[in-house]
């Protein structure tokens, strides 16, 4: 029988508990609204949905009034809470506090009026577009060097980082930025990474290096479940991107006497859980 093992370190963050535990609390008094999927897990969003969660978008979210809105953990720019003032909306705020200790700081440089505000980041993303919407939309976003190009680098430059990204992304990009600027001006750059999501990379490549088999869950939107897969692959070639139970092939148990079970940071344990079952159960069968 095939051995499974799902990593101790997978699953959801710390800000993704406590939206959740918070949606679950409301839900057991009436249904719910959640401005955007409340974690990018379809598994999780289909759960919560039938228990009354109802997700809406930002232009739904616009013509409310009078309603109860969960606001998920990546966080909102100042617009979302002034259409809820203006609307009599009833926030219920579960921005994870990493992040909201971030959007002040960005705000805080922002009110100095003194530097560029460069932003390490996903374009689009909804915690990006939060941070951004703390400078009036001013803000730039950097995903990769390229970007880099169009940033006039004789004036002040202060760098920040969505929580999710990479650590060796970011210290690439300060050292770009350190050799383009000009010496007459200040460059600061500030680490906003989250520590709890950036050690997963190191765990999970010593997790996935240690099977024969890697079956990794995620949701296709999750960004930081894009990182952790491919750090997967890199140790692992035997890595397989799924996003619940029913994409697992009994092929690729074949000849296979380890397999480990991981996931990102918006992949919730029951569904681990679900897939390694599945798996032993395949096994049986063969």
């Avoid at 002034?82 to 909306?89: P, S, T, V």
């Avoid at 024969?212 to 997967?232: A, H």
């Avoid at 890595?239 to 690729?252: N, P, Q």
Wanted: charged fraction near 25%; glycine fraction near 6%.
């Amino acid at each position: 029988m095939i051995k499974v093992e799902i990593d101790s370190h997978s699953g959801f963050c710390n800000g993704v508990v406590t939206a959740i535990k918070k949606a679950e609390t409301q839900l057991q008094e009436s249904s719910l609204y959640c401005l955007g999927d409340i974690v990018h897990n379809n598994s999780e969003v289909d759960r919560l949905r039938q228990k009354g969660l109802e997700t809406i978008t930002h232009e739904q979210f616009a013509s409310l009034h009078g309603a109860k809105v969960l606001l998920r953990a990546h966080g909102e720019p100042p617009s979302t809470y002034e259409i809820a003032e203006r609307n009599g909306i009833d926030i219920i705020d579960a921005t994870c506090p990493v992040v909201l200790a971030l959007q002040r700081r960005i705000r805080a440089t922002y009110d100095r009026h003194d530097s560029q505000i460069l932003i390490y980041g996903k374009n689009g993303h909804a915690e990006v577009n939060g941070l951004v919407g703390q400078t009036n939309g001013e803000a730039r976003v950097i995903e990769t060097i390229t970007d880099l190009d169009d940033v006039d680098f004789s004036k002040n430059i202060s760098l920040y980082s969505q929580t999710t990204m990479h650590i060796d992304g970011y210290k690439r990009l300060i050292d770009e930025i350190g050799r383009r600027i000009s010496p007459e001006v200040k460059f600061e750059s500030f680490d906003t990474i989250c520590r709890q999501v950036a050690n997963r990379v190191t765990d999970i490549r010593r997790f996935a290096a240690s099977h024969e088999l890697i079956l990794f869950v995620s949701g296709r939107k999750s960004s930081n479940g894009k990182v952790l897969y491919n750090q997967c692959r890199e140790v692992n070639p035997s890595t397989r991107l799924i996003s619940d139970e029913r994409e697992i092939r009994a092929e690729w148990l074949e000849g296979v006497q380890t397999v480990g079970v991981c996931g990102a940071t918006s992949t919730p344990r029951w569904l681990m859980e679900k897939i390694a079952y599945q798996v032993e159960k395949l096994s049986i069968e063969k």
